[in-house]
């Protein structure tokens, strides 16, 4: 069983870049695909981006497509996750999530393991 810790997070103005990342011990890390949420104040998580095993495919939601970027080192146990020209929308708590398999799920249900959280504020 992986267990998942997010860091980064922190406040940043309109246009600023922040990088998040998730470091994860427990399993086999290689083994699982790794993706991140976030959910904003009185809204559902939504999903962002996710990263096959190996690294070689990602997926990502249309809104963060192109401003953000989901990436991993199997090496270091670690997920990132590299978001620019942040807005104050992109406000919200921010998870790391994980689960066995190939499928780049973007469902919150189809991930098995999440970490705390971590929370993002952008001001204008």
């Known amino acids: 069983q992986v267990q998942l810790v997010e860091s980064g997070g922190g406040v940043v103005q309109a246009g600023a870049s922040l990088r998040l990342s998730c470091a994860a011990s427990?399993?086999?890390?290689?083994?699982?695909?790794m993706a991140w949420f976030r959910r904003a104040p009185g809204q559902d998580r939504e999903f962002l981006a996710a990263?096959?095993?190996?690294?070689?495919?990602?997926n990502y939601a249309s809104s963060v497509k192109g401003r953000f970027t989901i990436s991993r080192d199997n090496a270091k146990n670690t997920a990132f996750l590299q978001m620019n020209s942040m807005k104050p929308e992109d406000t919200a708590v921010f998870y790391c999530?994980?689960?066995?398999?190939?499928?780049?799920?973007?469902?919150?249900?189809?991930?098995?393991?999440w970490g705390q959280g971590t929370q993002v504020t952008v001001s204008s």
């Open positions: 999530v994980a689960r066995r398999g190939a499928i780049l799920a973007n469902k919150p249900d189809e991930y098995d393991y």
């Open positions: 427990g399993g086999l890390y290689g083994a699982y695909t």
């Open positions: 990263i096959s095993r190996s690294g070689g495919s990602t």
